[in-house]
């Protein structure tokens, strides 16, 4: 699977959009890319993910460039709860007898 | 309802004793998953499992035995427990391997080995 590279922290106002940045440049034409997050003390949650198109949920919006060298997770409106480590995944379509391999991600703020 | 439940949520146990880890899911996945979580926070793939079977096993200590008595239940059996086995552990199930299918965690189990 494909490295990605995260900014270690952020910190965003409660109420505005978070963009969360990722690189991935060397995904492969078959590779997704896959966000999860880890509030405080919980198992990792699944938000969303994108192969070549641009994706929104009732979680998030993912931005994916059309060179599919990175990505941006978009939280529209952040609230306290959204305080995590958030988690840029590129894996595999036939991947999943692999799991996922988790980075260090990055830890999100928000600051009321 | 819980989707995907492990117990216990603590455990403090001392060195060399035996102890197991149960997860269950109920949301009719095929494939089950073991992920450990050091003290540094990273989170790694210990096992797979797809309807019973072990898919993958990396490079995890043979103390560390998985079973899968059904496709709802994946426990992990530890025998003598060490110090470096302290963490958190997660529980993971999804539809099937591969293709694009994301993973439910369960709340994990913070493991403390004295």
């Known amino acids: 699977d494909a490295k990605t590279t995260q900014p270690t922290s952020m910190d965003c106002a409660e109420g505005r959009a978070a963009n969360l940045p990722c690189n991935h440049s060397?995904?492969?034409?078959?590779?997704?890319v896959y966000w999860y997050r880890q509030i405080h003390s919980q198992g990792p949650q699944y938000i969303i993910h994108g192969l070549k198109n641009n994706e929104t949920n009732e979680m998030a919006s993912l931005i994916i460039t059309e060179d599919r060298k990175s990505s941006t997770l978009i939280l529209p409106h952040a609230t306290l709860r959204d305080t995590a480590v958030y988690y840029c995944i590129v894996r595999a379509a036939g991947g999943g007898a692999d799991g996922l391999t988790f980075g260090k991600g990055t830890h999100l703020i928000i600051q009321p | 309802d819980t989707a995907v439940s492990q117990t216990p949520k603590y455990l403090v146990t001392q060195m060399g004793n035996d102890k197991s880890i149960k997860c269950e899911q109920n949301l009719g996945h095929d494939t089950m998953y073991w992920y450990k979580q050091d003290s540094k926070k990273f989170l790694k793939i210990m096992f797979s499992y797809n309807n019973k079977e072990l898919i993958i096993n990396e490079t995890v200590p043979n103390r560390f035995s998985p079973k899968s008595p059904d496709k709802a239940h994946l426990n992990l059996h530890i025998n003598s427990l060490e110090l470096g086995d302290s963490a958190v552990y997660f529980c993971?199930?999804?539809?099937?391997?591969?293709?694009?299918?994301?993973?439910?965690f369960g709340p994990g189990t913070r493991l403390t080995v004295l």
């Open positions: 993971a199930s999804s539809q099937a391997v591969g293709g694009a299918n994301e993973q439910f």
């Open positions: 060397t995904i492969s034409g078959n590779e997704y």
